[in-house]
């Protein structure tokens, strides 16, 4: 069986937790309270998610960040030894996108030849929505990057974005 390493980072309330909680039947998260809460948002990560899950003979470990940047320390740690990332960015949140510019220039610069996909989440909420076009100018996404519109609450919308990062990842290995 092979295994892979994930991670799933992306700015605050972005959907990374749920996205690991959909996917994985067992997972562990340090979600705490938030001190001022946002909305129906009453929790955040503050070290990682993680979960397993299997299919097609793979095994995939996903370690999900947290989107504060007081806990942005953790990018580097949870990064080592990963084969692939997913940026995931809330579909209708404009500031979480000029966050997630940080966040991808982060990445590139540190894992350049990591493979990768950007994930556009919360597409089912009323209200404007950036789509791949906009996300893709906004951070300098190049072309072979895929960015994919995701439910984080759905299994299957879930899974294909994580099949999407695999795919690339056993291109890569495929090519050295």
Known sequence: MKTYKILVSGPFNAGKTTFIRTLCEKYLDTDKPLLNPIGDKTETTV??????????DRKIKLFGTPGQREFFFMWEILAKGLNGYILMIDSG????LHEAEDLYRFFRNMLPEIPHVIALNKYDKPGFRFGIRETRMALGVPNSVPILKVDARDYESALNVVKAVVKLIEDRKQRL
């Open 93 to 96: 949140d404009v500031e979480a």
């Open 47 to 56: 070290a990682l998610d993680f979960g397993v899950i299997t299919y097609n």
